[in-house]
């Protein structure tokens, strides 16, 4: 269900296996409850991952630590990098993806020519052999579904997604969606946290751990120097 990657006195960080829920489903106890049972010990969420997506989740120790944490990420103070692999080419080797967001049918969303609320995703792609395309994503906001629809958006939808990805024979093992690594600075310290995705046949080939040996570092990517794609422009 999860693994242990940090404990200190003002939160934890976990690596969320695929397929888990966050919050309580109606058969299971979720992802955060289960958490507290282990550790015995009440913990506040910062931030969600969807079911499909595996990796780094960021619980609080305290009410105080939650609101200071939550607050980065409003802030946009938090820098997340997320990993996702396809079977379509983008539209743009790279790029950044802008617009509001609007309810679909089959609980999906949609990406708008709007921008009163827009989300904001920028990524860069690179070969995964086989067929594949590895992306390395960067989004400066958080909302529902945002990297999943923007990959599809730029015709590169997720492998495994069972939302914005048409149905495979044979099925892939996982949603192919990982959250990668965080930094961020409390109270006058500096945090990074790396989780390799260890589920998923896919994220297991050499391509795929070459290409993240060259991204080890994400900061220092060119992010903001490539034009726009999708269906909203700067």
């Known amino acids: 269900m999860y693994q242990l990657i940090a404990q200190t006195e003002h939160f934890i960080v976990i690596n969320k ?27 506040w969420l910062v931030h969600r991952l969807d079911r499909m997506t595996s990796g780094l989740l960021l619980l609080a120790t305290s009410a105080g630590a939650c609101d200071r944490l939550s607050g980065l990420f409003r802030q ?10 396809s079977d379509r080419k983008p539209s743009k080797k790279q ?10 049918r089959r609980s999906g969303w949609r990406l708008m020519r709007a921008r009163h609320n827009p989300a ?11 067929g ?29 997604d069972p939302i914005y990805h048409e149905r495979v024979e044979p099925a892939p093992d996982r949603g192919y969606l990982h959250a990668w690594q965080l930094k961020f600075d409390l109270l006058g310290c500096c945090y990074h946290f790396v989780a390799e995705p260890n589920v ?16 080890a570092d994400p900061s220092a990517l060119r992010w903001h120097s490539a034009g726009p794609v999708g269906l909203a422009t700067v």
């Open 120 to 130: 904001v995703t920028e990524f860069f792609s690179c070969s995964a052999g086989a």
């Open 95 to 104: 790029g950044r993806v802008i617009g509001d967001m609007a309810k679909s």
């Open 17 to 43: 296996s695929p397929g888990v829920s966050v919050h309580r489903d109606t058969s299971e106890a979720g992802l955060v409850m289960q958490v507290e049972r282990d550790l015995d010990r009440k913990l």
């Open 132 to 160: 594949l395309r590895l992306m390395i994503c960067k989004p400066s906001t958080g909302q529902t579904h945002q990297i999943r629809v923007a990959l599809k958006s730029v015709g590169a939808p997720i492998v495994g």
């Open 76 to 85: 946009r103070s938090v820098e997340k990098y997320y990993i996702a692999l």
């Open 200 to 215: 998923g046949v896919l994220f297991q080939s050499d391509v795929v751990r070459e290409a993240l040996r060259g991204w």
